[in-house]
């Protein structure tokens, strides 16, 4: 995530979300089975799924995540 203080590490389809430098983890999320274009995750104690269709980067759903 360029100009971001986070890192989007993983593949599969689960990912996890890491301050930049520390590798803190701050959340993760993962894309649903059975179900294209939703993903579910927890980011800042917060339970949450989002769509996005289609073939969608990993850094574009960690952003949906975090706002």
Same mark, same amino acid.
């Given at each position: 995530m360029s100009d971001s203080p986070y890192e989007v590490i &993983? $593949? !599969?389809g689960a990912w996890i979300l890491v301050r930049s430098g520390t590798q803190e983890i701050v &959340?993760? !999320?993962y894309a649903k089975d059975g179900e294209p274009g939703w993903y579910r995750g $927890?980011?800042?104690g917060v339970v949450k799924e989002v769509f996005l269709p289609g073939d969608v980067d990993?850094?574009?759903v960690a952003r949906r995540f975090l706002d």
């Open positions: &993983g $593949h !599969f &959340g993760c !999320f $927890h980011t800042r990993p850094v574009d």
